[in-house]
């Protein structure tokens, strides 16, 4: 069985979708925390935490590893410290994400060489790719059309594939488009009273 690691990425500029009145902090670690959660409860796969934000290992199940990048690490340089066979990287600013798309992520996996889930309004969700990640590929979930530019990079399309999208929370009008109907992201929901 291949070895699968489930990565949730927390940068300190997801602070800012934080809610008028809500405390920037508290809302970076609710969303975080909710992802990690959600990750944590997939069968088959490791979960991880990258962080540039210190003080962040509270969120996480004891002997689950906390991995320190930098703020502006590409994301390449972050895939080749984890050590499994297959690996995503969620964005922790989708505190609603559904568990189901992080599983296609990795069954695309079985026809091409990077998995993408795209955000609405550009960008990436999450991404999966075999580890080592491949040579022609550099990745940024921040990147507006993450797939265009991929797609780019590689020696042919096909290497590239997509899942259904989903919502990232990265200003604070994003708050309203959190799904009230889907189980999870509690910390998030006491937060900013969603729901």
């Not at 959660?37 to 540039?52: F, K, N, Q």
């Not at 060489?113 to 590929?137: D, H, K, Y």
Request: proline share 10%; net charge negative.
């Amino acid at each position: 069985m291949l070895t699968r690691i489930a990565a949730v990425l927390v940068h300190q500029h997801m602070a800012q979708a934080a809610p008028p009145g809500v405390d920037p902090r508290e809302f970076l670690e609710a969303v975080a925390e909710d992802t990690y959660e959600m990750v944590a409860g997939l069968d088959l796969v490791t979960p991880v935490l990258l962080t540039s934000v210190p003080g962040l290992d509270d969120l996480v199940w004891p002997g689950t590893e906390v991995i320190s990048i930098a703020e502006g690490e590409p994301l390449r340089t972050t895939l080749a410290r984890l050590d499994a066979e297959q690996a995503a990287v969620i964005s922790a600013d989708a505190p609603d994400l559904p568990p189901l798309l992080v599983g296609k992520l990795f069954r695309e996996l079985g026809r091409a060489e990077i998995a993408v889930c795209p955000a609405e309004n550009g960008g990436a969700v999450a991404l999966a790719c075999a580890l080592p990640p491949p040579a022609w590929a550099d990745p940024d979930l921040d990147a507006y059309d993450i797939v265009k530019e991929l797609r780019a990079q590689a020696p042919g399309p096909r290497r590239v594939a997509t899942t259904p999208g989903w919502h990232r929370l990265r200003a604070p009008e994003d708050v309203a488009r959190l799904d009230p109907g889907l189980e999870g992201w509690d910390n998030t929901r006491a937060l900013v009273g969603a729901g």
